[in-house]
């Protein structure tokens, strides 16, 4: 199984700046036949579902604001959000889904500081 | 617009069966695939299954191989989980997905709000 970890466990930040979570995966997650990570970022708030902000990686779902981005490739993955708005107090996961079992990371809680 | 409204859950004692099911609408439900994700009280999330669009192929957890099984129903446009033999660990709130492709390596980008198994005597 692909193993995933993010750090921090929980980051608090001041509304306007930049909040970075790291997610890695104990193998690989970039298909050399496409040149594609199977690397997603969700976005959990409390007593919701998720919702999908980052798939491929780097590509932004449709309707999701720009101060998300994601980057990394192969193991290494950073989701940042460049200016934090009290809306994006969350926890947010990482997953890859490139082998099976599709597992998750523990989640990051982003908190205002 | 997406909509995914699961059904099913309960209080189920050890052992038990249940079978969740998840009414979809707003796409083309025989065109992706489709997901189970499992959140227990306080934790994060797992995924526990999927099926593949075309060929129906699935996919399951360890945990729950053998134990749960996953089907879709085109003609209604809806997801299953038959969850039988059921443990105290299986407790948690299931979440029905809707995948970004066909192919069951993808992402999901649609939710439902989920539905509880609470596995208890």
């Known amino acids: 199984d692909i193993v995933m970890t993010q750090s921090p466990d929980s980051l608090a930040v001041s509304l306007g700046e930049r909040a970075t979570i790291n997610c890695k995966s104990s193998?690989?997650?970039?298909?050399?036949?496409?040149?594609?990570?199977?690397l997603a970022w969700y976005q959990q708030k409390p007593g919701q579902p998720p919702k999908l902000l980052i798939h491929w990686a780097s590509t932004r779902e449709s309707g999701v604001p720009d101060r998300f981005s994601g980057s990394g490739s192969g193991t290494d993955f950073t989701l940042t959000i460049s200016s934090l708005q009290a809306e994006d107090v969350a926890v947010y996961y990482c997953?890859?889904?490139?082998?099976?079992?599709?597992?998750f990371g523990p989640g990051t809680k982003v908190d205002i500081k | 617009e997406v909509q995914l409204v699961e059904s099913g859950g309960g209080l189920v004692q050890p052992g038990g069966s249940l079978r969740l099911s998840c009414a979809a609408s707003g796409f083309t439900f025989s065109k992706y695939a489709m997901t189970w994700v499992r959140q227990a009280p306080g934790k994060g999330l797992q995924w526990v299954s999927s099926i593949c669009a075309g060929d129906d192929n699935t996919h399951y957890a360890d945990s729950v191989k053998g134990r749960f099984t996953i089907s879709s129903d085109n003609s209604k446009n809806t997801l299953y989980l038959q969850m039988n033999s059921l443990r105290a660990e299986d407790t948690a709130l299931y979440y029905c997905?809707?995948?970004?492709?066909?192919?069951?390596?993808?992402?999901?980008?649609?939710w439902g709000q989920g539905t509880l198994v609470t596995v208890s005597s």
């Open positions: 997905a809707k995948q970004s492709g066909g192919n069951c390596y993808s992402g999901v980008d649609s």
């Open positions: 193998q690989s997650v970039l298909y050399s036949s496409n040149n594609k990570n199977y």
């Open positions: 997953q890859q889904y490139y082998s099976i079992p599709f597992t």
